[in-house]
């Protein structure tokens, strides 16, 4: 069986904070909830999907929320921006309402992971046992603050909180190099694979998918990295190419040890599920 570690499930309401054009909000994909849970669910069967962890855009939000209970193979993560005053307050509902993770967005939501404002909400998870997606690199907000996205801002809080796991998006969205430099003794990161990967295109370096997976395996080894597709439009359907390609390197990388933990027991250990 596999968990996919990152994928979003999206309609009007969901992201209704995050569109500032309400006209681009009225094109928006908008599936009840009950029309969410049956395409997932049908999407998972038929991938040999056991669970999902489902990245949430804010906190609090009703929709998401229900969606997440819809299904015990639905496991939730909330989102705050830290270093507001009633983060923790806002991340401790949602956890009480059964999510299991925290996703930061540094670049998009404008601050800095490294802020000493957001130790509060640290602390919490550390306490907790509430693992941090972070999405660091570039991200499709063209007004994101790029210099927010350097994971190494986080290189005092990792070691700071040395029982908290981060899991860095995207093998780092361009910020790949910095982000295994901040994995170099810090044992409580991770990668997530998920997504399209397209950032690859702007490195100079010509890595492929490949070579990402295969000096992170070398670096890091296969316990530190969670498969995950990012698949969140309903029209586009579960990204079955992305599992299928990154299944493929792993397989050859790796082994079925290397498959196992990628595709199945780092997320279950990670997210406690
Ligand atoms: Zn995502």
Known sequence: MIIDA????????IIKNRVKDPEFLKTFQNPSIE??????????DKNGIEKTVFI????????FLKFIESSDRFIGTTNVNPIEEDAVKKLEADIKRGCKGLKLFAT?????????????????????EI??????????????????GNPLRLSKVVSRFPKLKFIIAHFGAGFFKEALLLMY???????????????????PFGWTLKDLFRISLNAIGSKRILFGTDSHRMSEG????????????????????????????NAKKVFGI
């Not at 990152?6 to 309401?13: Q, T």
């Not at 949430?56 to 929709?63: I, K, M, Q, S």
């Not at 693992?131 to 210099?147: A, M, N, W």
């Open 238 to 265: 579960y990204r079955e190419n992305i599992l299928k390609e990154q299944m493929e390197i792993v397989k050859e990388l790796a082994g079925e040890e290397g498959v196992e933990d990628i595709f199945y027991n």
């Open 6 to 13: 990152h994928a979003h499930f999206i309609n009007r309401e």
């Open 56 to 63: 949430a855009l804010d906190a609090g939000n009703e929709d």
């Open 35 to 44: 029309e969410g849970r049956k395409m997932w669910l049908e999407a998972m």
């Open 185 to 203: 003794k810090n044992e409580n990161v991770y990668f997530d694979t998920s997504g399209t990967n397209n950032w690859l295109e702007y490195s």
């Open 108 to 128: 998009s939501s404008g601050f800095d992971v490294g802020d000493e404002r957001a130790y509060s909400v640290y602390e919490y998870c550390e306490k907790n």
């Open 131 to 148: 693992p941090i997606v972070i999405h660091f690199g570039v991200t499709i907000g063209r007004t994101s603050d790029l210099d927010l």
